[in-house]
């Protein structure tokens, strides 16, 4: 449900369209100076944020059509948490934890409260937003169905060619509803060139002539999209936990396949070092206890859980080395067959999955072939056993609906450098070797600074001192280290 918070009035400025050097789409023109901030800042409803907090929140008009400035209108919910020190304020920081198609609204709230260190607290106001399509800012639908939901973001795994043409029966389904949805005109417009443009409808609003910024996984993304579209009203940009440089295309979809097998072997040695979980007494015999399970599960699900949704879960696990233990009681509850102990779904679960497809669907260019799929699935499935025949499938993309408003955004090397990017080795959701072709993109605007752990996100919550240090520095000072920097294991963690 779209809960309504305060309208806020921003001053109207000229638009012009204009080509940003080192992007191939049209951003806006607005004037450089800052004006006065308009927003009129109110507490958050308590849905949008952990208990207590000194978040606060209000809305943002801006164009449904950047092509059409005084066209339609849609909402964009923010909020803020203020910086405890107004004298040491620098400026603004947005932030956004990633999807996409996650919320953001509460995100400020959850970095001051989960780690953030009071100095960078201090030194800004710490922004969230909900981008387009999500939450509360204007939400998109695509009418999915409880079971459409349940099947998650990857197709099922697909063991032969037959698999992938009837998950495009599916596919092309979802496709469908979308493009007849009550919501459907939203679709041209959410990607993530226009959730840039309302970034820097946010930076005007709130009277700042530059914003630094935060992002994680697809957040990385919108932060080099927002950097090529505006690098004169960039400040301090943080990329955590990087997405390469087409963003979630069909490489970033396939690369799930990579990161699962990068990641897996730290949950196999835990596995092991624990063996009265069952699963095996070395990394080994964890392995294979994963191909067995999830082929007897394909046979006789367990509670629900089939083969692909093992796969799945397995995956989703792997973010993060403290969920380990739960895992491993996963895996020992199917295999003795007992219900397996599972985390709620996520609320709203419909919007997230719609917003998710509007934006990586409307983004990058798609196959459009069910053979392409097919051959796609077989080499993956091949060379990444685990995941490689779902994250190589058939998705509603290859069926979207019109064609791209505008080409994807090239990121490029031109514009200051003011990029610090965090990365973990072996990350499962955006891994390293992604990561390396967006640095390798970014040029002399980047520095790299990679930590030598596992799991998805670095900055604030990760436990590698170097590398946490080094992006405290620079959003506190602007200095990032001379050159790309390697974190080493930090013994006992």
């Not at 918070?5 to 004037?31: F, Y």
């Not at 109110?42 to 209000?58: F, G, I, T």
């Not at 973010?319 to 067959?337: C, F, H, I, K, V």
Request: hydrophobic share 35%; proline share 9%.
């Amino acid at each position: 449900m779209r809960r309504k918070t305060l309208s806020v009035a921003v001053a109207a400025t000229a638009v012009a369209a204009t080509t940003i050097p080192g992007s191939s789409v049209a951003a806006v023109a607005e004037p450089r100076a800052a004006t006065p901030d308009t927003v009129r800042w109110a507490p958050c409803q308590k849905k949008a944020a952990p208990s207590p907090s000194r978040l606060e929140c209000a809305t943002l008009d801006v164009p449904l059509d950047y092509r059409d400035p005084g066209g339609r209108q849609i909402e964009i919910a923010i909020s803020r948490v203020a910086s405890g020190k107004p004298s040491q304020r620098r400026g603004v920081l947005l932030t956004n934890p990633g999807g996409p198609g996650v919320t953001g609204l509460g995100y400020p709230a959850v970095l001051a409260a989960l780690g953030m260190p009071r100095k960078v607290l201090d030194s800004y106001d710490v922004i969230g937003f909900d981008p387009r399509g999500v939450g509360r800012s204007t939400p998109v639908t695509c009418d999915l169905t409880p079971r459409q939901q349940s099947r998650g973001n990857l197709p099922p795994y697909a063991h032969t060619a037959a698999d992938v043409v009837r998950e495009a029966r599916n596919a092309r389904a979802v496709a469908r509803q979308c493009a007849t949805s009550r919501t459907a005109s939203l679709l041209p417009h959410l990607t993530t060139a226009n959730t840039a443009r309302d970034m820097d409808r946010i930076r005007a609003a709130l009277g700042e002539p530059e914003l630094s910024y935060l992002g994680g996984s697809y957040g990385s993304y919108l932060g080099a999209v927002y950097t090529t579209m505006f690098p004169g009203r960039s400040d301090r940009i943080v990329l955590d936990s990087n997405l390469g440089p087409g963003g979630y295309d069909v490489t970033a979809m396939r690369l799930f396949g990579r990161g699962m097998e990068d990641r897996f072997p730290d949950f196999a040695a835990f596995a092991a070092a624990h063996p009265a979980y069952g699963l095996g007494t070395t990394p080994r015999q964890v392995r294979a206890e994963f191909f067995e399970l999830a082929e007897r599960l394909e046979a006789k699900p367990v509670h629900g859980v089939d083969g692909t949704l093992f796969r799945g879960y397995t995956f989703d696990r792997l973010y993060s080395d403290a969920n380990m233990p739960r895992l491993a009681e996963m895996w020992q509850a199917l295999d003795t067959g007992r219900k397996p102990p599972l985390d709620p779904p996520m609320a709203d679960m419909e919007n997230l999955m719609a917003a998710r497809l509007a934006v990586i669907c409307g983004d990058a260019r798609w196959p459009r072939t069910i053979r392409r799929y097919q051959h796609d699935v077989a080499v993956d499935r091949r060379k990444y056993p685990m995941l490689g025949g779902s994250s190589a499938g058939i998705g509603p993309c290859a069926f979207w609906p019109g064609e791209q408003a505008e080409p994807p955004v090239r990121i490029g090397d031109r514009g200051p450098s003011d990029i610090l990017m965090a990365q973990n080795e072996r990350d499962p959701g955006t891994p390293l070797a992604g990561a390396r072709k967006l640095r390798q993109a970014l040029g002399r605007r980047a520095t790299m600074v990679t930590a030598d752990q596992g799991g998805h996100g670095v900055y604030p919550f990760g436990a590698n001192t170097c590398a946490n240090d080094a992006v405290t520095a620079f959003l506190t000072t602007g200095k990032r280290p001379s050159r790309d920097l390697a974190c080493p294991a930090e013994p006992g963690r």
